[in-house]
């Protein structure tokens, strides 16, 4: 079992930068992949970065990719989301999620999710 924390979020102007982080519990994290998925007001939930268990491999969504750095440390039990040069369009509801599976740039791959941290961009 792990349970999942968001924290980080927040209002930021276009252009700016956050760091989410999600810190886990349960024995196991450090064999699970991470993943952040993000959900706006009236849209489905869309993948945004992941990363593996052992931290050398990553995957990104287009939209961020080259502004967004996901990165873990099994140490902490924390995975980080560095967001910069954000747009209004990362406005969403940002959530971490675990799982056994890679790549993982589904839902369906993951099985335990946080709560999610609001991020909302100004223009």
């Known amino acids: 079992q792990v349970q999942l924390v968001e924290s980080g979020g927040g209002l930021v102007q276009a252009g700016g930068s956050l760091r989410l982080s999600c810190v886990a519990s349960g024995r196991t994290f450090a064999r699970h992949a991470v993943g952040w998925f993000r959900q706006a007001p009236g849209k489905e939930r869309e993948f945004v970065a992941a990363?593996?268990?052992?931290?050398?491999?990553?995957y990104y969504a287009d939209s961020v990719k080259g502004r967004f750095t996901i990165s873990r440390d099994n140490a902490e039990d924390t995975v980080y989301l560095q967001m910069s040069s954000l747009k209004p369009e990362d406005t969403a509801v940002y959530y971490c999620a675990a799982g056994r599976s890679w790549p993982a740039p589904t839902n369906s791959a993951y099985d335990y999710w946080g709560q999610g941290t609001q991020v909302t961009v100004s223009s």
């Open positions: 990363i593996k268990w052992s931290g050398d491999n990553t």
